[in-house]
């Protein structure tokens, strides 16, 4: 199965500036995901992330605020930019295998981001 | 109404207990049922998936879905403290352009 490293775990920002959040995985997947995961709530897609393509971001979010690079098979990065203390939550990156149909089936572990 | 409902607990049971976990959903076009278990500051890890009704049973987990009344369940037999985590459900439809997940049940399984 896929293992996933994201970088940053954890980071405290500074109201205004901009994160890069960096995605890798061990081997080569077509579709990377985005998700936002705030405390007591679902998981939410920010977007999905396909190599040569523009990413598809979901209703509520746009990508002036989370531009995404997919510049290979194996590596993926989330900008969260122009923070505010709403933007504070975790954000992970999943991958699917293809055992859920390119759907989401492994995670990393996550960054816990906090705006000041 | 939220698409998926799930208790967030938390569900707290001394060990060897049998844990019930469940999740409803109001989509019927939703064929495909996953279980996600995520312990603290981890990502979540697929514990199980099913297709349609019927029950699944992989060591001391049991998934089960029943759809007619749109109620998806998952049960740990013979728990352990190591089983502590918050477990989420999921579901897609056939087509896989809508995958939801539920907010989760926080379980602690106590010595």
């Known amino acids: 199965s896929a293992v996933i490293s994201q970088k940053p775990s954890r980071d405290i920002c500074q109201r205004g500036t901009s994160l890069t959040i960096q995605c890798q995985v061990d081997?080569?997947?077509?579709?990377m995901f985005w998700y936002r995961q705030q405390p007591g709530q679902s998981l939410t897609l920010i977007a999905t992330?396909?190599?040569?393509?523009?990413?598809?971001?979901e209703s509520g979010f746009v990508i002036d605020k989370f531009p995404i690079s997919r510049p290979n098979l194996t590596f993926s990065t989330l900008t969260v930019s122009n923070m505010s203390p709403e933007d504070s939550s975790i954000y992970l990156c999943?991958?699917?295998?293809?055992?859920?149909?390119?759907?989401?089936?492994?995670f990393g572990d996550g960054t816990r981001l906090s705006i000041l | 109404q939220k698409e998926v409902e799930q208790d967030p607990g938390p569900l707290s049971v001394p060990e060897g207990a049998i844990v019930s976990l469940n999740c409803t959903y109001s989509?019927?076009?939703?064929?495909?049922f996953m279980w996600y278990r995520q312990y603290s500051r981890k990502g979540p890890e697929l514990l199980m998936y099913?297709?349609?009704?019927g029950n699944k049973e992989d060591g001391r987990f049991t998934a089960q879905v029943d759809k007619s009344s749109k109620y998806i369940s998952l049960f740990i037999r013979d728990s352990q403290p190591s089983d502590s985590a918050t477990y989420l459900c999921?579901?897609?439809?056939?087509?896989?352009?809508?995958?939801?997940f539920g907010p989760g049940t926080r379980l602690s399984v106590l010595p």
């Open positions: 999943s991958v699917g295998d293809g055992l859920l149909g390119n759907q989401p089936q492994h």
């Open positions: 081997s080569q997947v077509t579709m």
């Open positions: 992330a396909n190599q040569g393509s523009e990413a598809t971001y």
């Open positions: 989509n019927s076009a939703f064929q495909y």
């Open positions: 099913t297709y349609s009704s």
């Open positions: 999921a579901m897609k439809d056939n087509y896989g352009q809508n995958f939801v």
